[in-house]
C-alpha cells in the first residue's frame, strides 16, 4: 500500500496566539471530561492551528489492539474545535456541527492530531483534521478529515 | 428549533442473528478497552443492527457538561461496525473506512446509538447512524451520521 | 450483493405547503440553470420534503453509461436544499455547507432525488438526501446522504 | 471572511504519467458524456493527480448566478476519481464510494477542480479534492472535500 507523502502539511510559520487565548484554551479543554479521561494532552496552540497527543494505552484500544477509531476522531474533533475557537472574538464558543473523517491506516503507536482552519467566516468555521502515529523516528497519516463548527455565544456557567 | 420527527426508524422487525454471531460480536466488543473505557454497552445484536448505549458521567462529557461529541460518535462508529459483521461470513473482521456525522443538539442524559445495514456487498458495507438521548420518557435525536467499512479476512491472534 | 430493504422511508403523511411558498421555490427552481441543463423536474414540494426527477440520457452520462454520480448529486443537492427552505421564514435564502453522499449501486434508469429535512434550526439545517432509481416497476435506492445548510437573509436581485 | 490561505497545496513536483495512461483517461473522460454537457475540460493529468476546468455558464448556474454546487462538485469528483485511476494497474476502472464536500464561497468565475491521492491501497484509494475560482489574476478555493474510492476489474464494452 502507498501512502501518498504529498501531506497537507500545516504552515511552518504558524502565528502564535495571545497569552489570554492560551489561558481561555486551555481552561476548556481541562473541562472536558473524556479528554483527561483517555489522557489526552493539548500540546500546541497557534493561530488557527492545535495539536492534541493521546498515548496509546490498552484504555483507549480497539479489538486487535490498534487506537480504537472512535479515540483518534475524538481528539481530532477537539483539535478542531480550538482551532476554530482561536479565531474568534473572546465571548464566543464554539459548537461541532459535524465531521467526516476517513481512517487510512491502523493506528499503531502513539497518536497526534492537528487541526486548522480553513475557512473562518462570522458564523461558520471549515477546518481539516489530521491524525498521524508516532512510533519512533516515524510519522504516519492514519486518518484525515474535514469539520464544520458554528460559533455562539459565550454561556457562563 | 424543531427537530422533525420523521425519523429514519428502524424496522420493527429485526431478524435475530444466531448464538454463534452473538458470542463472536460480544467476544470483540469485550476485547475494545475504549468502549469498557468509556464505560459503554452492547444492548442489541440483530441481523444488521446494533444498539450500544453509554451513561452520561464526567468521565465522558465536554466543557459545558453534556456528552462530548467524541464519545458519542465512538459508539455510533462500533455499533455501525458491529452491525456490518452481523451480515458477513464467520472469518471476516470488520474496519471502518470512514464516516460523517451530524451533532444536532447537545446531547444531554444517557445516550443509545444504533448502527444499521444501508448496503452489504461483498467488499463494501454502508451503514446509518444515529444517536439517540434518553431523559426520563423523552427521546431526542442527537447524532446522525452514515460509515463505509471494509471486510478484511479474519486475523488470529 | 445485498441491498438492506429498511429504507428510510419518509413519512407517508408528508404536510403540503401554501400556494406562495409552492411558487417561491418554483421560480427558484426555474432560475437554476444547471437543473434546466440537466432536463431535471421538480416534481413535490412538501413540507419539509422535496423530490426532484432526472431522466438518464447521454447528457448526464459516465463512461460506462450509467448516470454520472456527479448528476445524481446535483438533483439530490437540490431536493434538500429546497426541502430546508419549505421550513424557513418567506424573507430566506439557502445555501448549501456541506454534504456527504454514498453510492451504493451504479445508478441504470431513471432517477428521483428525496431530500428531507431531520433538523430545522434557527441558522443551520441538516438533511436526508437519497436518489432512487426507478427501472420499471422497481425501485431501488442508488445513492444515500446528508447534507447541511445555512439560512442566509434573502438577497433580491 | 477570512479563508486561511494555508492550502493543502499540492506537489509542485508532480510526476507526469506515461502516455498510455495519458491516453486510457483522456479516452474514459471523453466518454462521460456529463462532463461534455457541462462543458468541462480536462487539463492535467500527473502521477495521482489530476485538474478539469468548468467555465462559468448560464449552463451550470444556480438560482443566484453563481457556479451551481452540484456542477462544482461534479468535477470534483470526476477530477479525484482520475486522479486515483493513475495508481492503479491498466486493467482497472475506479468507482466513487463516497464523498463529501464543503462549500467555503459562492463560486464566482470559472473553475479549476484538482483531485489527489492522499492513499493509495490495493482496493481503497482516498482523495483530496479541491475546487478554486479564477477571477483574473484572484485564485479562491470554494469549496474543499474528500472521497473515497474503489478499484474495480476493467469492463470491456
Redesign the interface.
Known sequence: ????M?R?T??AAIQPVTAEVQARIRA??E?????R??GACLTDIGQ??VRIKLSA????????GYI????A???A??AGGYAALT?MPADS?V????????????AAGDLEAVG?????????T?C?LEVVSTNGSQRT?VA???Q?L?RVPF?S?
Do not use: C
Not at 473541562?31 to 479528554?35: A, D, P, T, V
Not at 480504537?68 to 479515540?71: D, K, M, S, Y
Not at 459548537?95 to 491502523?106: G, R, S, W
Open positions: 500500500m502507498k501512502v501518498m504529498r497537507m500545516e504552515n476548556s479543554f473541562r472536558q471530561g473524556l479528554m479521561h483517555l488557527g492551528q494505552s490498552p484504555e483507549v484500544s480497539q479489538q486487535h480504537h477509531a472512535g479515540a476522531a475524538a481528539i474533533d477537539s479565531m464558543e459548537l461541532t456541527v459535524e465531521y467526516k473523517i476517513n481512517f487510512l491506516v491502523p486548522w482552519v480553513l475557512r473562518s467566516g462570522r458564523t461558520l471549515v481539516r497519516v484525515s478529515g474535514q464544520t458554528v454561556q456557567e
